[in-house]
């Protein structure tokens, strides 16, 4: 069974920075697409990052810039290094990895920002 666990929210500062993880317990070789979503109350979950098995990236346009996807493939980790945060970043991040049978989701990991 995939599982994938989110880690590294929190409460932060308008302008500051946070650096989320997922660790997938599976080889993210395997994965076709991994990336990070969000979802804030009362609002569709939206598009944050994706990167492919072969390293490309996708940005939301509300986060390019200032967001940064990267992983580490010998500890199956993808990161999200978020930086000037602002007060609409609010949200739990979802990870998210697309395998070619199946896509699998985390827990979520609270961002809250303050103004």
């Known amino acids: 069974q995939v599982q994938l666990v989110e880690s590294g929210g929190g409460l932060v500062q308008a302008g500051g920075s946070l650096r989320l993880s997922c660790i997938d317990s599976?080889?993210?070789?395997?994965?076709?697409?991994m990336g990070w979503y969000r979802q804030a109350p009362g609002k569709q979950r939206e598009l944050v990052a994706t990167?492919?098995?072969?390293?490309?990236?996708n940005y939301g346009d509300s986060v390019k810039g200032r967001f940064t996807i990267s992983r580490n493939i010998a500890r199956n980790t993808v990161y999200l290094q978020m930086n000037s945060l602002k007060p609409e970043d609010t949200a739990v991040y979802y990870c998210k990895a697309e395998r070619p049978t199946a896509t699998y989701w985390g827990q979520g990991t609270q961002v809250t920002v303050s103004s």
């Open positions: 990167m492919t098995s072969g390293g490309n990236t």
């Open positions: 599976e080889n993210i070789f395997s994965i076709n697409v």
